[in-house]
């Protein structure tokens, strides 16, 4: 266990979490009461979803994602379970860092949306300019912060100069010191009826998305684009770009098929609160699309790595990709009749 | 040691949602394979960016200030902004012979920005 006590005096339980968002969201509710799970929070949040920005570039490689965009998790799940919140950007950093000082002193723990490149405290794989990645403040030591990131086992500290850079850092979506915090958390929220929301509005933005870039057609389009990469950047760049997208897909921020995973796990938690063993059917099935998923990383690294002399191809990949947005549309089509029939 | 077992070796592992035996799901930090192979791949490809960039700074194609901009991974355009100096202006100072002209006030916005001391920002490391 890793407790660490903030300024209060109040003990705070630090989690070990997939994905930062909902990590940092379950534990800001945990903190004032409520306690709910990682899972959860990402399936109410409707944290899932697909989309392949070919025209935003990172590091001059397009962005592949598979959650929503950052903030949409906490701001939806907030909505959803009637917790009231408070969400401030600034203009200056210094009042930005003296702001997060003063709530800290009263012993309120901040949520920060920061870029992942100035916090010196990860490793260097980790450290590339995103300007999405979640972590709590718990209160100030000597010449810095404590902090609790989610992806990390244990809390830790964090130079006050690094986190002034990573909250108002420059880019592609600037945070502008973005900070939010819980200021009304009910102690016996609707669960079940935020959950159908949730499922509800993640069947939406998969299904019925009208841009051929986003939802289950965005996964064809970028197996297309996947299948005549070679033929257009030449094999080495197509390489360079495959390997992105599973960086992507793994890697901090973006992941793919964690996150299939993780919301298998909270089809999984949805299933036992509503006893619905349909539920449980599709948390079965999401595994098996994370499976798949899975699997085009690993033939798409073998590819990376072997370089074009075994029998997989990109055409392979772009087989495998198909057979994910199929299974991925027949999924939400089925979760969007079962949704329909759960009773609150 | 192959790059990807370095890399991945430092006592940092991220949490992934696994089955476990009972169907369950549980929290495990065995990182997969694919990731290992494709992050070293971007890594690997940043390195060697980096090194032959280094290489143009030294046989003066370049000026240190596009080394720097690359190894923290920015663009010209965050330079800008980061640097609160105008894109076509960061472009231009790219090149060696106007950088070397350049005022300390303006070297002062770059080392801010570029988060390097200005003895660094004059010179790349020469290994």
Known sequence: MNIEITASGKPFVHNHSAHCESGVTSALFRDQGLDISEALVFGIGSGIFFGHLFFVKMVGL????FR???GAVFRKAGKRLGVKFVTKRFRNPQKGMAELRQLLKQGQIVGLTTNIYWLSYFPNRFRFQFNGHNLIALREIEGGF???????EHPVDCLAEDLERARF???????HGLMYYPSFVPQNP???????KGMKDTCNMMLRTHIPIFGVRGIRFLAKRIKNSPQKLGFHEACRHLGNIVRMQEEIGTGGAGFRFMYAAFLQEAGELFQSDELKQLSQEMTAIGDIWREFAVVSARIIKQRGKTEDTFDKVYDILMECAAREEALFRKLNEVVRKLKV | MELEDEIFNDGLPKAYYKHDDNGQYVLETDAPWAEKVSCALIISGNRANLEEIRKAVLAGQKSPIYYYMEMRQLTSGMLAKAAGIAVFRVKRHFRPEIFAKLKPSVLNRYTNALRVTLEELKTVPNI
């Open chain 1, 68 to 70: 929503s965009q950052p």
């Open chain 1, 169 to 175: 850092s420059h880019g592609p979506l600037e945070p």
């Open chain 1, 190 to 196: 609707d669960i079940k009826k935020a959950c159908i």
């Open chain 1, 62 to 65: 397009p962005i592949t994602t």
């Open chain 1, 146 to 152: 404590r902090v609790s990131d989610p992806v990390l």
